[in-house]
């Protein structure tokens, strides 16, 4: 091989190089790539995405109005609300996720649970409902995720993570880790 031949070459790897460096630096900020955020109240700690807001309107159902809402975080039609409450006895958590689903009936509301889940993480039971719902307002189906997870005598934590039934799936994926 020749020196022109060699020159070439390293002028292309280079080339190449500098261009994968400064792809990687401004990938992110051409896609608009935000890292999540953590949310961290009243000990719950979880990661949200990071183009979501803080202190969003979340519309909570009347059965819930006793609870303690300590987060409502979202982008646009897509919600997720937090509450806390201590239970005492005789409930507990799959009580407190049948009972939801009754209040979701006597309100009215046209709620169609697709599966109810009890498992157990540690020592907290949790309960995950997911569930459609005609929002009354705009018309639009609306898919949630309703998790209960905690304990007896224990603080219990209430997540519910709403969007359009259409979008659901591409952010159900991130609440699953």
Do not use: C
Request: no cysteine; proline share 3%; glycine share 10%.
């Amino acid at each position: 091989m020749d020196n022109t031949v060699k020159s070439l070459i390293i002028v292309i790897v280079i080339l190449v190089i500098g261009i994968g460096v400064v792809g990687a630096f401004m990938l992110p900020s051409f896609y608009h790539i935000t890292p999540n955020q953590t949310f961290s109240k009243e000990g719950i700690t979880f990661q949200y995405p990071g183009n979501w807001s803080n202190n969003v309107t979340v519309k909570w159902t009347g059965g819930n109005a006793q609870n303690n809402s300590i987060g409502s975080l979202g982008n646009g039609n897509v919600t997720l609300g937090v509450l806390y409450i201590n239970i005492t006895s005789p409930f507990d958590v799959a009580t407190l996720g049948t009972m939801a689903v009754q209040a979701w009936k006597d309100e009215g509301l046209s709620s169609t649970v697709l599966s109810n889940t009890n498992s157990q993480i540690g020592t907290n039971a949790v309960d995950e409902i997911i569930y459609t719902s005609t929002d009354p307002i705009s018309g639009v189906l609306y898919k949630y995720l309703y998790v209960i997870i905690g304990g007896q005598g224990k603080t219990v934590y209430i997540l519910r993570f709403g969007a359009p039934a259409s979008d659901f799936d591409k952010y159900y994926s991130q609440f699953q880790s």
